[in-house]
């Protein structure tokens, strides 16, 4: 590891003005450090609208590490050219090992009592850290993290849906069983000194071929032994596109599905992955299978998806119906709003929106959840 100072590039891509009008000035009786971990790998379509979006958070004791993970493009000199205009910022340059090797870096070099890691495509509200640090200093010894929502946004950063309702007051490690409710990697405060202790990110997935889930495990293994809390408002813009790993389903399955025998061999107590878990993964591959024109595969996962949980796979094709027609139907589908713009308590009403909202409270409604580790810690909001 090195860090690694560059002359700023005259053609290197221009500052963002994403939510140029929402930029605030300091909170000058906040003092405590939040150390931002940005692992970057060839990011440079999307980095300087990340990094801006950080620069313009409303808490602005920040330290913020950038790790260049071995980046052939020119994510490094975007980088370098930030670095010089926030002093606040490092850039920390390594050879590629992946996502988990690049946060832990950040993690071990962090200097905050909290760490807050953001992908290198996602983009944050100006109020996301001081919403997310507000919750954590009400509970400062024993929050293992806490995590806001989230919108999913396109290549232009415009809203195509939100974050699903989430049943709170529940188990930590049931409701994230149930659903993630975190869903991404750039939503949660990490308390520090936690999540050294939990060993950080899971750099076993890479080596196994099964990268995508190590936030995911970190979370469990968090929750699993203290208590978490999420913030009621979306201040998230997580990105999509085709090119994004979690749009790899047949990998982000199989990386989920090692996360969670890693995480179940160790607890004394492990169970199976609840059926309805496993439903959800044979349908994601079902949906994969589908849109690779291998019909065979997809009926045969299909069907399984059916035998291991009926009424969830039922409901989730009936409502994938109605979500296309919806979508097909929507006058506004080409006008969606852009992140900045929306305010994060905003609900919204995009097809995504109706239809998620629809099937978690047909879940809640049949009371369909997986078993209750006592060991957990709990869900606060």
């Given at each position: 590891m090195v860090e690694r100072s560059v002359e700023c590039d005259a053609n290197a891509p221009p500052r963002s003005r994403t939510m140029d009008r929402d930029a605030v000035g300091a909170d000058a009786g906040v003092d405590t450090l939040i150390s931002v971990v940005v692992p970057a790998y060839n990011a440079q379509a999307t980095l300087a609208e990340t990094l801006d979006s950080i620069s313009r958070q409303r808490h602005r004791a920040l330290e913020i590490l950038i790790i260049d993970d071995g980046s052939t493009d020119n994510t490094g000199a975007i980088a370098a050219c930030f670095c010089q205009r926030d002093q606040?910022?490092?850039?920390?340059?390594?050879?590629?090992?992946?996502?988990?090797?690049?946060?832990?870096?950040?993690?071990?070099?962090?200097?905050?009592?909290?760490?807050?890691?953001?992908?290198?495509?996602?983009?944050?509200?100006?109020?996301?850290?001081?919403?997310?640090?507000?919750?954590?200093?009400?509970?400062?010894?024993?929050?293992?993290?806490?995590?806001?929502?989230?919108?999913?946004i396109d290549g232009a950063s415009r809203i195509v849906g939100s974050a699903p309702p989430i049943q709170f007051g529940a188990n930590a490690v049931h409701a994230l069983l149930r659903h993630n409710f975190v869903g991404n990697g750039s939503a949660m405060l990490l308390n520090r000194d936690v999540a050294l202790d939990t060993g950080g990110y899971e750099e076993r997935l890479r080596l196994a071929g099964a990268e995508g889930s190590e936030d995911f495990l970190l979370q469990l293994r968090i929750a699993?032994?203290?208590?978490?809390?999420?913030?009621?408002?979306?201040?998230?813009?997580?990105?999509?596109?085709?090119?994004s790993m979690s749009s790899n389903?047949?990998?982000?399955?199989?990386?989920?599905?090692?996360?969670?025998?890693?995480?179940?061999?160790?607890?004394?107590?492990?169970?199976?992955?609840?059926?309805?878990?496993?439903?959800?993964?044979?349908?994601?591959?079902?949906?994969?299978?589908?849109?690779?024109?291998?019909?065979?595969?997809?009926?045969?996962?299909?069907?399984?998806?059916?035998?291991?949980?009926?009424?969830?796979?039922?409901?989730?094709?009936?409502?994938?119906?109605?979500?296309?027609?919806?979508?097909?139907?929507?006058?506004?589908?080409?006008?969606?709003?852009?992140?900045?713009?929306?305010?994060?308590?905003?609900?919204?009403?995009?097809?995504?929106?109706?239809?998620?909202?629809?099937?978690?409270?047909?879940?809640?409604?049949?009371?369909?959840?997986?078993?209750?580790?006592?060991?957990?810690?709990?869900?606060?909001?």
């Open positions: 606040r910022a490092r850039l920390l340059a390594k050879a590629n090992g992946g996502v988990a090797s690049a946060r832990n870096l950040g993690l071990r070099n962090a200097r905050g009592a909290y760490v807050a890691p953001i992908d290198a495509d996602d983009i944050w509200h100006p109020d996301h850290l001081a919403g997310l640090l507000a919750r954590m200093r009400q509970s400062p010894e024993s929050y293992g993290f806490v995590s806001a929502r989230y919108r999913q699993d032994k203290h208590p978490v809390a999420v913030v009621d408002a979306f201040t998230v813009g997580y990105r999509r596109l085709p090119t389903i047949r990998q982000m399955v199989e990386s989920e599905r090692l996360a969670l025998a890693l995480f179940f061999s160790e607890r004394p107590q492990a169970l199976l992955a609840p059926r309805q878990l496993r439903a959800g993964h044979a349908r994601a591959l079902a949906r994969d299978a589908s849109m690779q024109g291998n019909r065979p595969a997809a009926a045969l996962q299909l069907l399984r998806a059916l035998a291991l949980d009926a009424v969830g796979t039922c409901v989730a094709l009936f409502v994938h119906v109605l979500f296309v027609a919806f979508e097909r139907k929507d006058p506004a589908r080409l006008q969606r709003p852009p992140f900045g713009e929306i305010s994060p308590q905003a609900a919204l009403d995009t097809p995504m929106d109706r239809a998620r909202r629809w099937t978690f409270a047909r879940h809640a409604r049949a009371g369909r959840h997986p078993s209750v580790w006592p060991r957990s810690g709990g869900l606060e909001t």
